[in-house]
């Protein structure tokens, strides 16, 4: 099947068996392997991406589900120039990262936390990203860069 | 260089923010799911249902004649070919001097299979749908036979029928013992208390968040294969599987581990599945994939834990260790996995001394096969096991003696080093006091009553646990572990180039899955050449660039691989200085080397690092007849002795009586691993290690159904990972005794987390569930159980 979508500000379109989950046609289809799969019950969010503006799990939505939208993953992210979005700069300032396989979809998260909960707090912040699981990093340094990060995107806002 | 003047060197001990940081935020980190080859072709592996059965047929036609399939592969085909079984790295000896039993570990089944997961086929197709469809397509007629799943019923023989192994008919591995039983009895006779302790340390499965994943490829123009492998140490995985396995030219094998998404021990090992890609990408020349489903890592990755013991303590009238005595039934699994045996014996019954000056220790352990998935090395690997049960043990004695945690761990702390312990190790430096004191005193200790009458008004019970751990980290020199039964050195290279412009590439044999190598390496090197940290770059992980080098794990990397990166500086400055010599015209004696520059001494003659190099590379000006060009010197290095990071650790826990919740309120963890090189990696890495340690204590927790032998934690849905609302802020202290034998005075910092952990937490809960008369708990302490130990002894 044919799906039309925007995907990091540009058309896309990609030709995939129906039951392509949005996660498989993002990175075999398009190359846009930072989007990334760690499980297979949707429990980890390793595969977090934006749909319209709003964080989804990509394995838990079919490609053809996305007919239309807006995705946006990690590798859009960033300023053209390559200049790290707030959150990204964030989770390198407060080491909030190590093996880095759950980092992209830690940050599509957390930026979507801070957008819908400008003032969270860090007992929030950890509820909040209960959808995410990271195995390195015991999640405080992580916590630490999404409040940072929080205030980096109200600055900026 | 020593390790003092390498402490006080700029970079060390700064929080450089990592270099390797940019790639992974930004989604173009290079993890092998993520590499794609010229028609690539996919690998789905037919795997077990059954615990243990024999195979009577399997029937692979209909899947051949599958949509897209290439190639379906049997264990016959693997024995035509002459492929062998995975070996096991280390040999233990039993007690009555026989070799430990080593069944075959077939890459495919062999008439039988013994664990659920265990690989049957293998079908390649040139997608991955075309793969799965085939592979369910494989039909395999099986006779089920009874399976034996817990250690304490392998250890009874308790299962008539659930032989694994024709060489091992009783299950039984090997019998091991350590220490000197004799004087041990003899204490135990003369004690004026004994405190008696039975405790499960229950079976982890170590979940890193990148699923393993190969891809076997095939040169035939070149007769060269290359593996890209999701591993923690390649040139080990090219030697097993060229020299062991398949019997292939070393030369001809090259295996990648580019970014790798977490290991934890669980990707030490050489496993089936790479070794059928390999194999299998010369006999269809294709290259090959394949990715693990989580719950395929589930089924197959090698598991953690898994012991049943039983101790005891000897102790005079003071509450003074005399004795200790242990009995330990561990699991293997199904087969031996790479250091399966190392685990329980030489990494586990060394460190039962513990901090403790025990004057006499003797540890027994048998070791069983049964129908789970083989248990290697997971995060700590035999070290978390020894620091809970001798933890667990010494707070009960507390208990027992009428003392504070505390008080009876300083009445046997060892005070003077080095410290030759009854169980084969000598610690060559540490301040457990000072831990002690900074742990008491950064969690509040003085303030636990008033908190705990806080609790009890609200109804809840608040306990405090306190563990004081010490590990043998940074493995090994190599004559010792030969001598324990280690069938590979343990040292480790590092190759510095120095390139003319005076910027630095690395190659080291260690690996980095999220330790941050690239950066804290770099921090050694730019501290000792005098050069900012952007000008080194740390290559790792492909034995196609890196000399051979042993890899990561055991907390091994700065304290092993960055003494061979130190090694190889010193070899590079000793030639810097004759060059520099050369160019300044004085004597090579007489040339210092300071903050980047090279300064004849008593005058004011100075010549920055980078005008040395590029007189390497471009010899002009150069004494060619004594010294060869280039700056270009690699090092490999065996450690002396074992490093030992130790600390305390102390944890609050909150529980409810009615419903059995329990939170961990506080935790505090005070480290020593000597020089820190990088603080805010450091404390990443403990942070990390404590939530693996408190995860097993609290939720974490494999389960294997005791008759069928079917795996019911087999997801994410059933095994409870930590998350990030499941712990409080962690509060960390430092204590700083160098290590005194390698040149960097580093210990290691990657498992202390998971070693020290479980038993402060398990001791926390005790502590608040004590007055309701609980005595026992085993791990974890989910809220069911935790309620099940307040009913059972209310009733």
């Not at chain 2, 001598?483 to 510095?496: D, I, K, S, T, W």
């Not at chain 2, 802020?729 to 960097?744: D, I, R, S, W, Y």
Request: net charge negative; charged share 20%.
């Amino acid at each position: 099947m044919q799906v039309q979508f925007t995907v990091n500000g540009r058309a896309a379109s990609v030709d995939v068996p129906p039951n392509t989950l949005l996660v498989h046609a993002l990175r075999e289809h398009l190359q846009l392997t930072g989007t990334h799969v760690g499980c297979d019950t949707s429990q980890c969010g390793a595969c977090t991406v934006h749909v319209n503006g709003r964080a989804v799990k990509s394995c838990a939505m079919l490609a053809v589900q996305a007919q239309g939208a807006d995705v946006q993953t990690i590798e859009g992210l960033a300023a053209p120039d390559g200049t790290m979005h707030p959150m990204q700069a964030a989770f390198k300032e407060c080491h909030g990262l190590q093996c880095g396989f759950c980092t992209p979809g830690m940050v599509m998260s957390a930026v979507d936390l801070c957008k819908n909960h400008p003032s969270a707090s860090e007992g929030e912040i950890r509820e909040l990203l209960e959808g995410n699981i990271c195995r390195c990093t015991g999640y405080q340094n992580i916590v630490r860069a999404v409040q940072q990060g929080q205030k980096a995107m109200a600055a900026s806002a | 260089m020593g390790a003092s003047d390498f402490s006080n060197l700029p970079h060390i001990g700064e929080s450089v923010r990592r270099k390797e940081d940019y790639r992974f935020l930004t989604g173009a980190g290079q993890y092998t799911d993520d590499v794609v080859l010229a028609a690539q072709s996919h690998a789905v592996f037919v795997r077990s249902p059954h615990a243990h059965a024999r195979i009577n047929s399997i029937n692979i036609d209909a899947a051949k004649a599958a949509p897209g399939v290439l190639g379906v592969f049997v264990g016959a085909d693997v024995a035509a070919d002459s492929i062998n079984g995975l070996p096991c790295g280390w040999l233990i000896t039993s007690t009555n001097g026989e070799p430990m039993k080593e069944p075959p570990h077939p890459i495919l089944a062999q008439g039988k299979v013994r664990y659920v997961g265990d690989h049957v086929a293998m079908v390649v197709a040139h997608t991955q749908q075309q793969a799965r469809d085939a592979a369910e397509l494989v039909e395999v007629d099986y006779d089920v036979l009874p399976a034996v799943v817990n250690v304490a019923d392998a250890a009874a023989g308790a299962v008539a029928g659930a032989g694994l192994h024709d060489i091992a008919p009783d299950n039984h591995c090997f019998k091991w013992a350590i220490g000197d039983k004799g004087a041990v009895d003899a204490a135990f006779a003369n004690a004026a208390h004994v405190t008696k302790l039975d405790l499960v340390n229950n079976r982890l499965i170590p979940n890193a968040m990148e699923p393993r994943a190969a891809i076997g490829s095939y040169n035939r123009a070149s007769d060269e294969y290359t593996l890209y492998v999701s591993n923690q140490n390649p040139h080990v995985e090219r030697l097993l599987m060229t020299a062991f396995v398949m019997g292939l030219p070393e030369h001809k094998v090259r295996v990648i581990a580019p970014d790798v998404g977490g290991g934890f021990g669980s990707k030490i090992y050489l496993y089936a599945e790479d070794v059928c890609l390999t194999w299998a990408s010369k006999k269809l020349n294709r290259n090959i994939k394949w990715v693990a489903d989580r719950s395929e890592a589930f089924l197959s990755d090698a598991h953690g834990r898994d012991h049943v013991s039983h101790a005891e303590m000897a102790m005079d009238k003071d509450g003074k260790f005399l004795a200790l005595r242990v009995h330990t039934d561990a699991n293997l699994g199904a087969y031996l996995s790479t250091f399966a045996s190392a685990v329980p014996t030489i990494l586990y019954a060394t460190l039962l001394a513990g901090q403790y000056s025990t004057p006499q220790v003797y540890v027994e352990v048998d070791s069983w096969f049964t129908n789970t998935a083989p248990v290697d090395a997971y995060r700590g690997a035999g070290r978390p096991e020894a620091t809970y049960l001798l933890e667990r043990l010494v707070t009960r004695c507390a208990w027992e003696m009428g003392l504070p945690q505390d008080e009876i761990r300083r009445r046997n702390f060892i005070n003077s080093f080095p410290y030759q312990t009854p169980v084969a190790l000598q610690y060559d430096t540490g301040d457990f006091f000072a831990c002690m004191d900074g742990a008491n005193k950064l969690a509040d200790v003085a303030g636990f009553e008033q908190r705990k009458a806080a609790s009890a008004a609200k109804g809840m019970l608040r306990g405090i646990g306190y563990s004081s751990y010490i590990e043998a980290c940074g493995i090994a020199p190599s004559n010792i572990a030969g001598a324990l039964g280690a069938r590979a050195g343990l040292f480790e290279c590092g190759e510095v180039r120095v390139h003319p412009t005076g910027s630095v590439t690395v190659f080291t044999g260690s690996h980095s899955h999220g330790q941050g190598h690239e950066t804290t390496f770099a921090q050694v090197v730019a501290a000792r050449l005098g050069i900012p940290v952007d000008n080194v770059d740390i290559v790792h992980g492909d034995t196609g660039r890196v000399p051979f080098g042993m890899g990561t794990y055991g907390s091994r990397s700065i304290s092993v691989g960055g003494a061979a990166i130190m090694k190889a500086l010193d070899k590079i400055e000793a030639k810097a200085k004759k060059i520099a010599a050369h160019l300044m015209e004085a004597s090579d004696a007489d040339i210092d080397f300071a903050g980047g520059e090279f300064s004849v001494r008593g005058t004011d003659k100075k010549i920055p690092f980078a005008q040395v190099s590029l007189a390497a590379y471009v010899p002009h000006n150069y004494p060619l007849d004594v010294l060869e060009p280039g700056l270009n010197e690699t090092a490999f290095y065996d450690p002396t002795n074992f490093t030992f990071p130790a600390g305390t650790y102390i944890c609050e826990v909150e529980i409810d009586p009615a419903t059995g919740s329990t939170r961990v309120d506080k935790f505090t963890a005070v480290d020593d691993f000597g020089t820190i090189i990088n603080p805010m990696i450091v404390e990443g890495q403990v942070h990390g290690g404590l939530v693996q340690g408190i995860g097993q204590a609290m939720m974490e927790n494999c389960v294997y159904d005791r008759e069928t032998g079917q795996l019911l934690t087999g997801s994410f849905m059933d095994y409870a990972m930590p998350r990030a609302d499941d712990f409080p802020e962690f509060k960390l202290g430092h204590v700083c005794t160098p290590c005194t034998h390698n040149p960097l005075g580093t210990k290691g910092c990657g498992e202390a987390g998971a070693i020290g952990s479980p038993p402060a937490v398990i001791n926390a809960v005790l502590d608040a569930l004590r007055p309701l008369g609980v005595k026992d708990f085993d791990m974890p302490a989910s809220p069911h159980r935790v309620w099940e130990a307040i009913q059972s002894a209310k009733a």
